[in-house]
């Protein structure tokens, strides 16, 4: 079963840098699946941060950055603010149609 | 611009049938990916089903055979049709267009609760 894994929690200062990371259980996490992030916050529907990688949505602040580091996916956030308080996602595209979600990392900015 | 309202969520029975609404502004459904996911309550979220531009559709294993995704050229409209229904397909549903090989616009969701 493929499992697409995330850090549960994580906190960080304002003003601070965080990088979330998406890794797999099937190996090494590369271009090829696509990783694409999103936030959520509670009663919200999601918002596509990054996609392939490393491509910035519409309207999405220069803040935010999608990369690979080492074997995983990574979303980095440079000068944390308040309203970056969300769940983020991390989803793997596996071919034929099919994508598969890391369960979320809850981050917050204290 | 791009807009995606869903509709048709309820409250409905184990064993019983649904069918989720997706009207679609700003693009039409016809040339377009798009997909369905849900989120459970207090979980994360999870990918459905998905349909290519032509009609080829393709669904998460656990509901296969059960759910079936289509659209409505005319009414520019996606559709999720969703029988034998579980507990565990208790969530929001939510209906998204694909960009690349990633989700783009969302709606706003529509919640699904199946129990007795």
């Known amino acids: 079963q493929t499992v697409v894994t995330q850090e549960p929690s994580f906190s960080v200062s304002p003003g601070g840098t965080v990088t979330l990371t998406c890794g797999f259980n099937?190996?090494?996490?590369?271009?090829?699946?696509?990783p694409s992030w999103y936030q959520q916050t509670p009663g919200q529907a999601p918002r596509t941060l990054i996609y392939s990688t490393n491509t910035r949505s519409s309207g999405v602040p220069d803040r935010f950055s999608g990369s690979i580091l080492g074997n995983k996916a990574a979303l980095t956030i440079t000068g944390a603010q308040a309203d970056d308080e969300s769940d983020y996602y991390c989803v793997l595209y596996m071919g034929r149609g099919i994508w598969v979600f890391g369960g979320g990392t809850k981050l917050t900015v204290l | 611009e791009v807009q995606l309202v869903e509709s048709g969520g309820g409250l409905v029975q184990p064993g019983g049938s649904l069918r989720l609404s997706c009207a679609a502004s700003g693009f039409t459904v016809s040339g377009s990916y798009m997909s369905w996911l849900r989120q459970a309550p207090g979980k994360g979220l999870e990918w459905v089903s998905f349909?290519?531009?032509?009609?080829?559709?393709c669904y998460t294993d656990s509901v296969k055979g059960r759910f079936t995704v289509s659209r409505d050229n005319s009414k520019n409209t996606l559709f999720l049709q969703m029988n034998s229904l579980r507990a565990e397909d208790t969530a929001v549903y939510y209906c998204?267009?694909?960009?690349?090989?990633?989700?783009?616009?969302w709606g706003q969701g529509t919640l699904v609760t199946v129990s007795s």
């Open positions: 349909i290519y531009n032509n009609g080829t559709t």
């Open positions: 998204a267009t694909n960009r690349g090989y990633a989700f783009d616009q």
């Open positions: 099937s190996g090494s996490v590369s271009t090829s699946y696509y």
